[in-house]
C-alpha cells in the first residue's frame, strides 16, 4: 500500500513539474485606474522614483524594505533600489524612457531571492480633466517561479495585479487629495 502511495506522489510530481516547464514562460499584467487630474498633475509621480515609491503598494507588503536612490531626481536614469530579509528581495528599477505627460518606462531587475528582469511601463491618457494611468509589466517567468506558482496555488496576474490596484488606488487617492 505504501509503495503505491509512494509511487502516485512521484507521478504527481512529475507532473507538476512537466506542467511547470510547458507553461509559457512570458507574462503580461496590466492594470488601470481613472483619475480626476490632467496628466500634467499625474506624471510628476511616474517620473521620479521617490515619487513613485510615495504611492507604490511594496512597503505594504514588506515592511523590511529598505530603499535607496541613485541617479537624477527625475526622467531616464532615475533610480530606486531595495533590499529586504522579507518578500521584496534585492532589486533596483530604472526609468528607461519618459515622454512628458504620456509614458514612463522602466527597466526592474531583481538579485534576490531569484535574478529576473521585468519592463514596466506607464502610459497616460487623457479625456477631458481626467487621466487613465495603464500599468503594464512583462518579463519571463523562470521555471522555478512558476513551479513555485502551481504549488501555492497562486496566479500571477491575480496576485500581482492585485497589488498593483492597491497601488493605483492609492495613487489616486493621493492626487484628488490634493486638489
Known amino acids: 500500500m505504501i509503495k503505491k502511495i509512494l509511487v502516485a506522489v512521484i507521478f504527481l510530481l512529475v507532473g507538476l513539474i512537466i506542467y511547470a516547464a510547458v507553461l509559457p514562460a512570458a507574462y503580461l499584467i496590466k492594470r488601470d485606474v481613472t483619475i480626476n487630474a490632467t496628466p500634467e498633475i499625474v506624471y510628476p509621480y511616474l517620473v521620479s522614483t521617490r515619487k513613485a515609491d510615495m504611492w507604490m503598494p511594496w512597503k505594504e ?15 531616464v536614469g532615475s533610480t530606486s533600489s ?18 512628458p505627460n504620456q509614458s514612463v518606462k522602466v527597466k526592474i531587475t531583481y538579485t534576490k531571492p531569484m535574478e529576473m528582469s521585468q519592463n514596466s511601463e506607464f502610459i497616460l491618457t487623457p479625456k477631458d480633466s481626467q487621466t487613465t494611468m495603464t500599468w ?41 487629495g490634493t486638489k
Not at 61 to 74: F, L
Not at 143 to 167: H, K, P
Open 61 to 75: 507588503i514588506d515592511s523590511k524594505v529598505k530603499n535607496t536612490y541613485s541617479g537624477p531626481a527625475e526622467g
Open 82 to 99: 531595495w533590499e529586504s530579509s522579507g518578500q521584496m528581495g534585492v532589486g533596483k528599477a530604472e526609468i528607461t524612457e519618459a515622454v
Open 136 to 176: 503594464t509589466v512583462t518579463g519571463e517567468s523562470p521555471f522555478i517561479a512558476r513551479l513555485m506558482c502551481i504549488l501555492t496555488f497562486r496566479n500571477m496576474d491575480s496576485y500581482v495585479g492585485g497589488m498593483f490596484e492597491q497601488g493605483l488606488n492609492k495613487l489616486k487617492v493621493m492626487i484628488e
